[in-house]
């Protein structure tokens, strides 16, 4: 079975624009979280989606946007960078709602310029 | 508002010997806490968890143990090997969507 992957592994943006992340769930997973990661900090919770349907959202400004396909592959969506947006983005699949059997991906560094 | 604490940011063990990461937590409505461990270049990867029902979990050398009262949760790795060196993470979560993390503790396991 095939993991989570996440495109671009990296990426530079310049403050003000706007960026689109990929992820690709894994095989048979129906849910997907998305998590940032600030440099010695551990992952903060953005939004969950469940069969194309938003499921929950951490307390991040409504800048951060996302969408899952009927194929359950995700994109995290920013406007209007920040430089403080610089981070890894982790994208986590999993069978269900339940944390417990999420699967990493390698994330996205983005660096906000 | 950091829900989930870890306040050890390294640890440094021998092989063979046992490594203990804790982790402390704020919200009593958490009903779920994780493990995870993260290499370099990789996404943290699942490795326990345990119910708020359960004070203890096991899963060969790794064991969770939970006391509600104390609002703390600790992992125990034992015996310690090489291989065991990460970042471990320890999460706690509720209503199934929202996953609080700690910071991490990078765990040494020397030869």
């Known amino acids: 079975e095939t993991g989570v992957t996440q495109s671009p592994t990296h990426l530079i943006k310049t403050r003000g624009q706007q960026v689109t992340l990929r992820c690709s769930s894994q095989?048979?997973?129906?849910?997907v979280s998305w998590y940032q990661q600030a440099l010695g900090q551990g992952p903060q919770f953005i939004f969950q989606y469940y069969r194309e349907e938003e499921n929950g959202r951490g307390n991040f400004p409504p800048r951060f946007s996302g969408l899952q396909f009927p194929n359950y592959s995700s994109e995290l969506n920013v406007n209007a960078l920040e430089l403080d947006d610089s981070a890894l983005y982790l994208c986590a699949s999993s069978l269900s709602t339940a944390n417990y059997g999420y699967t990493f991906g390698s994330g996205t560094r983005l660096t906000v310029v | 508002d950091q829900q989930v604490k870890q306040n050890s940011p390294s640890l440094s063990v021998q092989e063979g010997r046992i490594s203990i990461l804790n982790c402390d937590y704020t919200n009593s409505m958490f009903d779920y806490f994780l493990w995870y461990k993260k290499y370099p270049a990789e996404g943290p990867t699942f490795l326990i968890s345990?119910?708020?029902?359960?004070d203890k979990n096991e899963d060969g050398r790794f064991t969770v143990f939970l006391n509600k009262s104390a609002k703390h949760l600790s992992l125990h790795i034992v015996p310690s090997q090489p291989g065991d060196s990460a970042v471990y993470f320890c999460?706690?979560?509720?209503?199934?969507?929202?996953?609080?993390f700690g910071a991490g503790t990078r765990l040494t396991v020397k030869p």
């Open positions: 999460a706690a979560e509720y209503n199934n969507n929202d996953m609080r």
């Open positions: 095989s048979g997973h129906n849910t």
């Open positions: 345990i119910s708020s029902i359960k």
